[in-house]
């Protein structure tokens, strides 16, 4: 980005939800000014141990004037892993518009809707969760709102997100991408503006639901022991989408010690640390952060001493 938008010592980076400032630490490593903007408390607290200017707030055209008032226009916004969580997308889309110096930068990651309806990835639909977004919508939306979508790259994040790049409508003048309109085209071709296209992901859901539950009960009549893997948001959408309680799974793991000790919500399958695994040595583990999965398999590698085998139950049920 330094390289690409010519960011210097005079520039500011702005990030919205910018968690325990892990990005920005390398903006300010770089000699560039960083600000970081997070709602959340005790995560804004962490960043500002980095050094990292923090303001706890929520991000919208208020807080945008605000910083344009103080001096604080950006040359670059990063805005990941957060446009599909704030209800009123049209004001925080506008704030980007706002704060933008005359030839800034936006940037935005979210998960792709057409990688979630083609890998069946229902289980990221949850709370969370108040849009989920196309680049066909993004590019409707921003241009409502002042943004001119410039360019667009698919990045592996969350089992495949886009990375749009924006800037002011009125004063921006980065070229466009030839990849916009590839990507609108492909999004166009596979149907993503018709209803018919998402109708399918219901009857989907019911059959990975189904397929792993056939699994769960097969092996517990085999006398096979079944363990998960991740207290996470995706499995515990899985969990109570396909009834799965704890006579069929007996509990999980997670390496986040917070969680040690509690249950998954609804389906309160008790969570434990990782050394369960070592102590029971389950037959099979079923990894519930499935875009995760290689990084899983490497760190319990282990498990093939007893000849334990790993388990995903998105887009199909799948055994090695």
Same mark, same amino acid.
């Given at each position: 980005?330094?390289?690409?938008?010519? @960011?210097?010592?005079?520039?500011?980076?702005?990030?919205?939800?910018?968690?325990?400032?892990?990005?920005?630490?390398?903006?300010?490593?770089?000699?560039?000014?960083?600000?970081?903007?997070?709602?959340?408390?005790?995560?804004?607290?962490?960043?500002?141990?980095?050094?990292?200017?923090?303001?706890?707030?929520?991000?919208?055209?208020?807080?945008?004037?605000?910083?344009?008032?103080?001096?604080?226009?950006?040359?670059?916004?990063?805005?990941?892993?957060?446009?599909?969580?704030?209800?009123?997308?049209?004001?925080?889309?506008?704030?980007?518009?706002? +704060? @933008?110096?005359?030839?800034?930068?936006?940037?935005?990651?979210?998960?792709?809707?057409?990688?979630?309806?083609?890998?069946?990835? *229902?289980?990221?639909?949850?709370?969370?969760?108040?849009?989920?977004?196309?680049?066909?919508?993004?590019?409707?939306?921003?241009?409502?709102?002042?943004?001119? %979508?410039?360019?667009?790259?698919?990045?592996?994040?969350?089992?495949?997100?886009?990375? %749009?790049?924006?800037?002011?409508?009125?004063?921006?003048?980065?070229?466009?991408?030839?990849?916009?309109?590839?990507? @609108?085209?492909?999004?166009?071709?596979?149907?993503?503006?018709?209803?018919?296209?998402?109708?399918?992901?219901?009857?989907?859901?019911?059959?990975?639901?189904?397929?792993?539950?056939?699994?769960?009960?097969?092996?517990?009549?085999?006398?096979?022991? +079944?363990?998960?893997?991740?207290?996470?948001?995706?499995?515990?959408?899985?969990?109570?989408?396909?009834?799965?309680?704890?006579?069929?799974?007996?509990?999980? +793991?997670?390496?986040?010690?917070?969680?040690?000790?509690?249950?998954?919500? $609804?389906?309160?399958?008790?969570?434990?640390?990782?050394?369960?695994?070592?102590?029971?040595?389950?037959? *099979?583990?079923?990894? @519930?952060?499935?875009?995760?999965?290689?990084?899983?398999?490497?760190?319990?590698?282990?498990?093939?001493?007893?000849? $334990?085998?790993?388990?995903?139950?998105?887009?199909?049920?799948? %055994?090695?």
């Amino acid at each position: 980005m330094a390289g690409r938008f010519g @960011l210097g010592t005079d520039s500011l980076v702005v990030e919205v939800a910018s968690n325990d400032g892990y990005l920005l630490q390398y903006v300010l490593q770089h000699g560039i000014g960083a600000l970081g903007v997070e709602p959340t408390k005790s995560t804004a607290d962490a960043s500002r141990a980095k050094g990292i200017e923090t303001i706890e707030d929520f991000f919208g055209v208020a807080l945008a004037k605000r910083l344009v008032a103080e001096g604080r226009s950006a040359d670059l916004t990063a805005a990941n892993n957060v446009l599909a969580h704030v209800p009123d997308i049209n004001d925080f889309v506008h704030g980007f518009a706002t +704060v @933008l110096k005359e030839n800034g930068v936006s940037t935005f990651e979210f998960p792709h809707l057409m990688r979630l309806m083609d890998e069946s990835q *229902f289980d990221t639909i949850y709370h969370e969760h108040y849009s989920y977004l196309s680049l066909t919508a993004v590019q409707r939306i921003f241009a409502a709102n002042g943004l001119n %979508v410039f360019d667009v790259e698919e990045v592996s994040t969350h089992g495949g997100s886009l990375r %749009v790049f924006a800037q002011r409508s009125d004063t921006g003048k980065q070229p466009v991408s030839d990849r916009v309109a590839a990507m @609108l085209e492909r999004e166009q071709a596979a149907g993503m503006a018709t209803p018919d296209y998402y109708r399918t992901l219901q009857p989907r859901a019911e059959a990975i639901a189904e397929e792993l539950v056939g699994f769960l009960i097969k092996a517990k009549a085999e006398g096979k022991t +079944v363990a998960g893997y991740g207290a996470a948001a995706k499995g515990n959408t899985l969990m109570n989408f396909a009834g799965v309680r704890s006579h069929l799974l007996p509990w999980v +793991v997670d390496r986040n010690p917070a969680k040690s000790g509690k249950f998954l919500p $609804g389906s309160r399958i008790p969570i434990y640390d990782e050394e369960r695994i070592r102590a029971e040595k389950p037959d *099979f583990v079923v990894i @519930l952060p499935w875009n995760l999965k290689q990084e899983v398999i490497g760190q319990l590698s282990y498990i093939r001493e007893w000849g $334990g085998q790993f388990v995903t139950a998105i887009p199909s049920l799948a %055994v090695q």
